[in-house]
């Protein structure tokens, strides 16, 4: 199954505005992407009406992702907390519809960051709190014909949903229409014995996909079985974009945020265009197998 091959504006800066992403968007589609991420980290820094014009001038096919930073909680939060984060994610959504984005990707738990120890009752009892806080939004979302996607973290960002496993166990009853994960190669490298294995679990819920190398840098530069990677989401169905996400060491607020204390490539564009070269050879080499 050959599939688009999307890229993060973060790969080049944080944050977003109308200007930085008229002029990404004409270097992502020169280079050959078909897709692009749209980091949603502040309502206001860019316009969506303005973005619709430019990924209309270059094709390029919008996916909106979401930010969870300081003061996004859905769980163990006072309720204004949790109420200005619900309506994050449905202003989120109505981003999406506006651009034409059939998902909103992103960790949707919890403060990027936050962790803490819990026993089992209190993880059971923060999932309930999870999915009831996520119920109204869900419902935004099968309304609009859009799905929320929501990423498992790594342990060093989260302590609530690390795993495939961890994240049906806390989404469980909304997984639907509205609902489903986002699987990300970095993530998934650090938290599952089998990443295979790992996304032919989350098999029909796998709403959308990220890539980067191990370290976050280009894709085919790496340790991850890409081959093996893509065979599992063959087995799963999954035909949406393959997403590069990786971000800038340029932004200080990002770099720390995604801890970024090295240069990942020669540079930012390096990093992008060695990912598409790789996955796009290896795509058609497996086309041609």
Same mark, same amino acid.
């Given at each position: ?78 309720? *204004? ?28 738990? *919890? ?21 009831? *806080? ?104 999954? *035909? ?50």
């Amino acid at each position: 199954m050959r599939r688009i091959i999307g890229v993060n504006t973060w790969v080049w800066t944080s944050p977003l505005d109308d200007d930085s992403l008229a002029e990404i968007a004409a270097k992502a589609a020169g280079m050959g992407f078909g897709s692009i991420e749209l980091p949603v980290e502040t309502p206001g820094d860019w316009s969506p009406d303005a973005a619709a014009d430019v990924l209309r001038e270059h094709r390029l096919a919008p996916v909106v992702v979401g930010a969870m930073g300081p003061g996004r909680n859905l769980i163990a939060a006072p309720g *204004s907390e949790i109420v200005a984060t619900q309506n994050y994610l449905v202003h989120c959504l109505g981003v999406a519809e506006r651009l034409g984005s059939r998902v909103v990707a992103g960790p949707f738990t *919890s403060e990027t960051g936050r962790t803490w120890r819990m026993d089992a009752e209190e993880r059971a009892a923060r999932y309930r709190e999870l999915q009831d *806080s996520l119920g109204p939004v869900v419902r935004a979302a099968e309304r609009s014909g859009i799905r929320l996607a929501i990423e498992p973290l790594n342990r060093y960002e989260t302590s609530l949903v690390n795993t495939v496993e961890q994240a049906l166990e806390a989404l469980g009853p909304l997984l639907g229409p509205g609902l489903g994960l986002a699987l990300d190669s970095y993530h998934l490298n650090i938290e599952e014995k089998r990443v295979g294995d790992a996304i032919r679990l989350a098999g029909e819920h796998l709403a959308y996909v990220q890539v980067c190398g191990n370290d976050r840098g280009a894709v085919g530069d790496d340790h991850i079985d890409w081959p093996a990677f893509l065979d599992a989401l063959d087995d799963v169905g999954y *035909s949406g974009p393959l997403g590069l996400e990786s971000f800038t060491g340029d932004n200080d607020t990002i770099a720390v945020a995604a801890s970024v204390w090295r240069p990942l490539a020669a540079s930012q564009d390096e990093l992008a265009a060695r990912s598409i070269r790789y996955l796009t050879a290896l795509q058609d080499e497996r086309e041609r197998a």
